[in-house]
């Protein structure tokens, strides 16, 4: 799944897949904007707790546009990607891809 949303929401969702302490989110927003088109990535892991549970692989990570590119076609092979990979991107109705 993919989720296309600002600085706040992307740290509220952090409190709510992690739940850290409140020292801990501050500290977090502290350190750095999130930057436009960064990418927090969670996967599944199914050792972790009693049943599984979302961990955070990588955070804030941005991608350079290839150059000659126009950022349509990028984010349409971005979303092509997801989908090959078996995610569900509900974010690509509203561009219109």
Same mark, same amino acid.
């Given at each position: =799944? =993919?989720?296309?949303?600002?600085? =706040?929401?992307?740290?509220? &969702? #952090? /409190? ?5 302490? @409140? $020292? @801990? ?5 502290? $350190? ?9 990535? *969670? #996967? +599944?892991?199914? @050792?972790?707790?009693?049943?599984? /549970?979302?961990?955070?692989?990588? *955070? ?6 290839? +150059? ?7 984010? !349409?092979? &971005?979303? !092509?990607? &997801? ?15």
């Amino acid at each position: =799944m =993919m989720i296309v949303a600002h600085q =706040m929401v992307v740290l509220c &969702l #952090r /409190t709510i897949i992690e739940n850290p302490g @409140e $020292k @801990e989110i501050l500290a977090i927003d502290r $350190k750095a904007d999130v930057a436009n088109c960064a990418i927090p990535e *969670y #996967r +599944f892991h199914p @050792e972790v707790g009693c049943d599984g /549970t979302l961990v955070l692989s990588r *955070y804030n990570v941005t991608t350079p546009w290839p +150059f000659g590119q126009r950022s349509g076609d990028v984010l !349409a092979g &971005l979303i !092509a990607g &997801l989908g090959a990979q078996g995610l569900s991107p509900l974010a690509a109705s509203a561009w219109g891809i």
